[in-house]
């Protein structure tokens, strides 16, 4: 096991309807050295890469995302959520529709934060069905940048939104993949990479 993996192990909690609770260490209260440690490990994996733009979305994509940007010694954009209708042109907007939550959100990026010559390293929290990552693909796509590569905290294997990514062609990368959780006895396991 990986050092994430361990500390899932540790600290993650199961819950019913395949939910792991991180919040003690990932998207609540926040592990600053764990994130380090992940910063240190997106910027192995993506080594030979251009990067020159972080992107994530809001909320708890946020705080990894500022800590893997020292990383790669580049800015951090991230998507907002949006109700509103009302968006002027000046915006990136892409649907996104939360499994989870059931309901869809507009996620909008500034034109002036996002263009041609970005070569972007999208980073999230978590991967489940992947709407919000789809969402952020297409906005990079609109703004005419290039996805060099998604990195993610801890995907969760048994949806389906990192096979959808992977058969695009995307280099994903998860630190953490957990294939099954059982929220009875609390054991989770992960996919071995
Ligand atoms: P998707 O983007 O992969 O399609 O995910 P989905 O709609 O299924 O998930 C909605 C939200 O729930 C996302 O956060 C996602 O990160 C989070 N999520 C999904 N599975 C789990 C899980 O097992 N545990 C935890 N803790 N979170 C999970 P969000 O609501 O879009 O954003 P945020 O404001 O929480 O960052
Ligand atoms: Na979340
Ligand atoms: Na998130």
Redesign the pocket.
Known sequence: MNFLEERIQKDGIVKEG?????DSFL?HQMDISLFEKMGEEFKRRFANAPINKILT?????IGIACIVAKYFDAPVVFAKKSKSINIDGEMYVAEVE????KCKNQVIVSKKFLGPDDHVLIID?????????QGLISIVSNAGGTVEGIGIAIE?GFQS?GRTIRNLGYHLESLAIVDSMDAENGTITFREQ
Not at 98 to 101: D, Y
């Open positions: 395949n939910v792991l609770k991180v998207n979305i809001e909320a708890s994509g939360s499994f989870t939550h929290d978590f991967l489940a069905n992947g709407c919000a990552l969760k939104g």
